[in-house]
């Protein structure tokens, strides 16, 4: 079993940054890619942003120059690092991950692992 926890959303006002940070915890062999995605009230999820485990990084166009991900491939974490927050950035944030887990020497992957979300709130 495999699992994310999301953690550093929070209410900020316009123009602040903020620093989510995703955990991937279980028996984990390996993690291929890993990405957030958002949801705002009355909306469907979107892409925010996605990295490889080589790096390579995927930004939707309203968030280029201002987000950035990244991660840290010993620890199981990726994070988004978010400035010059916008009200119209207001959603639940969630980590999403491709996983291959190992239990008793079989590998399984899961391609779709979601965390719980993290509501961000940007007032104006």
């Known amino acids: 079993q495999v699992q994310l926890v999301e953690s550093g959303g929070g209410l900020v006002q316009a123009g602040v940054s903020l620093r989510l940070s995703c955990v991937a915890s279980?028996?984990?062999?390996?993690?291929?890619?890993m990405g957030w995605y958002r949801q705002a009230p009355g909306k469907q999820r979107e892409l925010v942003a996605t990295?490889?485990?080589?790096?390579?990084?995927n930004y939707a166009d309203s968030v280029k120059g201002r987000f950035t991900i990244s991660r840290d491939n010993a620890r199981n974490i990726v994070y988004l690092q978010m400035n010059s927050l916008k009200p119209e950035d207001t959603a639940v944030y969630y980590c999403n991950a491709d996983i291959t887990a190992l239990a008793t020497f079989v590998r399984k992957r899961y391609p779709e692992v979601w965390g719980q979300g993290t509501l961000v709130t940007v007032s104006s």
């Open positions: 279980g028996s984990i062999f390996s993690i291929n890619a």
């Open positions: 990295i490889t485990s080589g790096g390579s990084t």
